[in-house]
């Protein structure tokens, strides 16, 4: 597999990580998951992000999960390698690329206020891994509060030829998309790849504001594949019909608290994964939350078959009763 690049583009979606009802890392979900997401037709998988409750794993776990998607899928795997420290930053971003891994993404720590502070810390984060390790620079202000200006980004992009991707989660963030593009076009910004987060919430507007995909774990993969085959096939209204369809419930699954809850349950579900649990802390899905994204799902049903799955009961394990997800802030 070719190192990761700035000619990417599709969707990679962002990956769970599976558990048992007790905790411990399902393995025999992980393989059913990767299934899931290669049958959706999706680019590349992104693993061990936020959604994918990377900070509850040990090292041991976070590599032992990447080296099974990675032998698991004939497709490129971007890994979530952000840490308190570069040691163990280096540490994953090493090991993760010898199992096969095309590149890593890199998130800045809550503390970093100033410009400076921003462009120095991925100029060291750079040094730290090495600079041959092809990386996503990670742009989510609204959970991680490092705002980065576009000119920031440029330079961060400037200064590190290995930073070959943005993924874009700002919110608003259609201008910072237009503006990055531009900085493109008169020359002072090399071509990057961009692909934009907050659960797909913007994706129809940020694939005609330049955007190449996604990279967001949105529950239903398949439906932001076909968003972004036809925007890039120029299909406009074809794409927002369908994206229009699924609205609701994306919004509903980008609640803070209960989002990541909302997306193992219906992931669940669609029998992408045995059971919805996830590490504690964690919060839980009421049985009025369940109910009314139930209901959702039954009325996409009617404009995209693929949710026609929501009469039936959640797809647990033959051994285990389903779970109701336990789910957190994330």
């Known amino acids: 597999m070719k190192p990761l690049d700035h000619t990417a583009k599709g969707v990679y979606s962002i990956a769970v990580t599976p558990f048992t009802p007790d905790g411990v890392v399902d393995t025999a979900s992980i393989d059913r998951m990767t299934d899931f997401y290669l049958s959706c037709g999706v680019s590349g998988l992104t ?47 090493r090991s993760v690329m010898d199992a096969g891994a095309v590149g890593v993404m890199i998130a800045p720590p809550s503390a970093l206020r100033a410009d400076d502070q921003i462009i120095n810390y991925f100029a060291q984060a750079v040094a730290a891994i090495g600079p041959d390790i092809p990386w996503v620079l990670q742009d989510y202000p609204l959970i991680l509060s490092v705002v980065m200006t576009p000119k920031v980004i440029r330079q961060i992009v400037t200064d590190n030829p290995s930073c070959v991707m943005l993924k874009h989660e700002d919110w608003p963030g259609l201008e910072k998309i237009s503006t990055l593009r531009a900085f493109q076009s008169d020359g002072s910004l090399r071509p990057i790849s961009i692909l934009t987060g907050n659960g797909g919430l913007f994706l129809d507007f940020e694939m005609e504001r330049g955007a190449d995909g996604a990279m967001t774990g949105y529950a239903f993969p398949d439906m932001l594949v076909d968003v972004v085959n036809f925007m890039q096939q120029g299909n406009r209204d074809t794409a927002h019909d369908l994206f229009d369809a699924h609205l609701p419930l994306i919004r509903y699954e980008q609640q803070q608290g209960v989002g990541l809850a909302v997306r193992k349950y219906v992931l669940q579900k669609r029998g992408a994964i045995a059971h919805d649990t996830q590490r504690a802390p964690a919060a839980s899905l009421t049985a009025a939350a369940r109910a009314e994204i139930d209901y959702l799902l039954t009325r996409l049903a009617h404009q995209d078959p693929r949710a026609a799955f929501a009469t039936s009961a959640p797809a647990a394990a033959p051994d285990s009763p389903s779970t109701s997800g336990r789910s957190g802030p994330q």
């Open 47 to 93: 693993i061990l992000g936020m959604m994918g409750e990377a900070p509850k794993l040990d090292p041991a776990e976070s590599i032992a999960v990447a080296k099974q998607v990675v032998r698991r899928a004939n497709l490129p795997i971007i890994v979530g390698v952000s840490a308190p420290g570069f040691v163990a930053m280096r540490s994953l971003a």
